[in-house]
């Protein structure tokens, strides 16, 4: 009698322990559910109210576009879009007048690249035409183009052109090509200093491998190194990829406005955190 009392009594508490469980897990999924739900929160007063938890940021990627996650933050977090072709750029910026960060002619694209990508052939976007049918089709105002020869960055005097524009970051990394690699750091330098240093309204970057223009390179790896610089974190899950051709990996990057540190305390501290979970 003794043992049957024990054996029930041991049933009895492994039934208590399995439905605490299942209200722990259900109200524990409820409250992440619910902080997705709510918008990113980026305080300037209290560096502690505006860091983001790890997890949450990480979430965050996965069920928001970073065009929302942009909006969310007041343009400071800025989109990154990185692509095996650079017709994705157009693609990219279509996409930004859709989910209203980008506004159809008022946007100037800044363009780093072996070539100029105004091929007048056909009609459809690709690699060496989109800049000339987004122009075109007057989806933005204007364009520049660094090629590292005769259109070279420390030769451009006109910033004030660039005030008050939404400004599209391009960079194809056949850039980097024909630079030795001991001096290819300065070049990547050089474009994080042009981004970081005019008070520019960056919108968005967008970066393209190129991988068919890249003879003296491995364009993955001078990627790498470039995002690294722009303190990007990136994401590559299938179900937001898939919805652009060539895109390989989407997210943030928080070193490229120079105001980002002092007016949104924590951010770019828990984006380098971050970076090494994903």
Same mark, same amino acid.
């Given at each position: 009698?003794?043992k049957?009392k024990k054996v029930?009594?041991?049933k009895?508490?492994?039934?208590?322990l399995?439905i605490a469980?299942?209200?722990?897990?259900?109200s524990? &999924?409820?409250d992440?559910?619910?902080?997705l739900r709510k918008?990113?929160?980026f305080?300037a007063?209290e560096?502690?109210?505006?860091?983001?938890k790890?997890?949450?940021f990480?979430?965050?990627?996965?069920y928001?576009?970073?065009?929302?996650?942009?909006?969310?933050?007041?343009n400071?977090?800025?989109?990154? =879009?990185v692509?095996?072709?650079?017709a994705?750029t @157009?693609?990219v910026i @279509?996409?930004?007048?859709?989910k209203g960060?980008?506004i159809?002619g *008022?946007?100037?694209?800044?363009n780093?690249?072996?070539?100029n990508?105004?091929?007048?052939?056909?009609? @459809?976007?690709w690699s060496n035409?989109?800049?000339?049918i987004l122009l075109?089709r007057g989806?933005?105002a204007?364009?520049?183009?660094?090629?590292?020869e005769d259109?070279?960055?420390e $030769? =451009?005097g *006109?910033?004030?052109s660039?005030?008050?524009?939404? %400004?599209?970051i391009s %960079?194809?990394i056949?850039y980097?090509?024909d %630079? %030795?690699? #001991?001096?290819?750091? #300065?070049? !990547?330098?050089?474009?994080?200093d042009?981004?970081k240093?005019?008070?520019?309204?960056?919108?968005?970057?967008s970066v393209a491998?190129?991988? $068919?223009?890249c003879f003296n390179?491995?364009?993955?790896?001078?990627?790498?190194?470039l995002c690294s610089?722009? &303190?990007a974190?990136? !994401?590559? @899950?299938?179900?937001?990829v898939?919805? =652009?051709?060539?895109l390989?990996k989407y997210?943030?990057c928080a070193?490229?406005?120079?105001?980002?540190?002092?007016s949104?305390?924590?951010?770019d501290k828990?984006?380098?955190?971050v970076?090494g979970n994903?």
């Amino acid at each position: 009698m003794v043992k049957i009392k024990k054996v029930f009594n041991l049933k009895i508490l492994s039934l208590f322990l399995i439905i605490a469980s299942i209200s722990i897990s259900i109200s524990y &999924g409820l409250d992440i559910k619910s902080s997705l739900r709510k918008p990113l929160i980026f305080s300037a007063v209290e560096p502690d109210s505006a860091r983001i938890k790890s997890a949450t940021f990480i979430e965050a990627l996965k069920y928001k576009d970073p065009w929302q996650i942009a909006r969310e933050s007041g343009n400071l977090a800025i989109p990154l =879009f990185v692509s095996t072709e650079h017709a994705t750029t @157009y693609t990219v910026i @279509y996409d930004g007048i859709e989910k209203g960060n980008l506004i159809q002619g *008022d946007i100037i694209v800044i363009n780093f690249d072996k070539h100029n990508d105004m091929v007048n052939d056909i009609d @459809y976007p690709w690699s060496n035409n989109w800049i000339r049918i987004l122009l075109d089709r007057g989806m933005i105002a204007d364009r520049l183009w660094f090629n590292r020869e005769d259109n070279k960055i420390e $030769d =451009f005097g *006109d910033i004030e052109s660039l005030n008050g524009k939404a %400004i599209v970051i391009s %960079i194809d990394i056949d850039y980097f090509d024909d %630079i %030795i690699e #001991n001096e290819r750091q #300065n070049a !990547v330098n050089e474009i994080v200093d042009f981004m970081k240093n005019h008070g520019l309204d960056i919108r968005v970057v967008s970066v393209a491998l190129s991988p $068919d223009y890249c003879f003296n390179i491995n364009p993955e790896n001078v990627a790498d190194e470039l995002c690294s610089n722009i &303190g990007a974190t990136l !994401v590559s @899950y299938q179900w937001y990829v898939s919805r =652009f051709s060539y895109l390989l990996k989407y997210g943030l990057c928080a070193n490229v406005k120079q105001r980002l540190p002092s007016s949104v305390p924590g951010l770019d501290k828990t984006l380098k955190e971050v970076r090494g979970n994903l």
